[in-house]
Structures are given as structure tokens and as C-alpha cells.
């Protein structure tokens, strides 16, 4: 679903071969989400986030995500490296089929399974909420860009990184890799903040 267009709940159930109840109560939950906004007699719009607040998000992503993933890498079990690296390895999956629905499943499980190591909760939930309210953007522009299959990997190499214990490139590897996505956003290349 492209940001600003006008979707039908009758149309979208005619294409995925299910009655319009479904799609229209899936739409309201992703209205209350903020991710569409509904539009009278029409459908449903796909939000479009202003730079402002995609600059936002990633900065508090940052906040959140960087420290936190440093944290979780520093009490992660070799059991958990095992479990999380057949996730990463689906994100690398989904990216060579360009498979863009399993690769947000994937990455958001293994990013929110790797920050749940550092046991807060309601941390995870809240960057739960906003990859929710971002994902929709810029994963397009990395595929078309050809650039999804490298932010993929970066998911092998923050694994890699855990094992090693080497915690300074595990934090600028996540600040890259959320810089980029931010990027991808804008349809530039970003750099990582120091």
C-alpha cells in the first residue's frame, strides 16, 4: 500500500479473496494505529508521515534502540545467539526474494527479540509501537535502490558482533542502521550520528 492513495475495504477484499467485514475492521485497527486515515464514502488513506516526524521517530529509535541493543548484547546467552540467528538469517531470506512482507516480520522479531534481552518490557513494546508506525516507509526505496539486501546482512553482522563482545562497533553498527533506514525515508543516504 502506497502512502497518500485511497483504498477501498470492497476492492482490497476482492483482491485478496475475502469478504470486505475483515478488511474493513483491519483498516479501522490501522486507523487507530495512525497508520490510515479514513476517508468518507471511499476507503481508507495510507498516512503519510512529514520529515519532521520520521525525524523524530528515528531520533528517539536512537535513543532507545542503540543503548539498549549494546545492554542486551552485554547479558545475551550463547542459547539466545542461537535462536536469534536463524531470524536474522530469514531477514537476509526475505530480502534476496524481496519478499518485503517477511522481511518487516523478520526484522521486527529480531530487533524486539534482541532488545527483550535486556529484560525492559515496556521498552520493547514502545519500539514495538514505532516500528509499527514506520514501517511502511522507505522499504520500497531500499528495494528499488537495491540497498535492502545490505541492511539485511547488518543483521548477521550485529550477531556476529554480540559473540564477539565487541560492543563499540555493535553501537555503530545499530546507529548506521537506523541512520540508513531514515535515509531510505527521505530517498538519500544518511550518516550515522557520532
Keep these: ?18 469478504s470486505a467485514t475483515p478488511v ?31 525525524d523524530e521517530i528515528t531520533e528517539i529509535r536512537m535513543l532507545l534502540e542503540v543503548p539498549t541493543t549494546v545492554r542486551a548484547a552485554s547479558v545475551a ?5 542461537i535462536r536469534l540467528r536463524p531470524v536474522a538469517e530469514a531477514v ?21 527479540d534482541l532488545l527483550a534481552l535486556a529484560g525492559n518490557e515496556q521498552l ?4 514495538g509501537e514505532l516500528r509499527s508506525r514506520s514501517r511502511l516507509f522507505g522499504l520500497r526505496q531500499l528495494a528499488d535502490a537495491g540497498e535492502l539486501g545490505p541492511s539485511a546482512r547488518e543483521h548477521v ?13 555493535l553501537e555503530r553498527l545499530m ?4 541512520s540508513h533506514l531514515r535515509g531510505s525515508w527521505a530517498g538519500r543516504v544518511e550518516k550515522a550520528p557520532s
Design 124 to 127: 520493547v513494546a514502545l519500539v
Design 1 to 18: 500500500m502506497r502512502p497518500g492513495e485511497v483504498y477501498s475495504a470492497p476492492v482490497l477484499a476482492a483482491q485478496l479473496g475475502v
Design 175 to 178: 546507529r548506521r542502521h537506523i
Design 77 to 81: 546467552t550463547p542459547e539466545d545467539l
Design 24 to 54: 474493513r475492521e483491519a483498516m479501522l485497527e490501522l486507523a487507530k494505529e495512525g497508520l490510515v486515515l479514513t476517508v468518507p464514502n471511499k476507503g481508507f488513506r495510507v498516512r503519510e508521515l512529514s520529515d519532521r516526524e520520521l
Design 92 to 112: 537476509v531470506d526475505a530480502a534476496e526474494r524481496k519478499d518485503l512482507i517477511a522481511y518487516l516480520e523478520h526484522d521486527r522479531r529480531f530487533h524486539l
Design 157 to 169: 553482522q550485529m550477531l556476529e558482533l554480540v559473540e564477539a563482545g565487541d560492543a563499540k562497533s
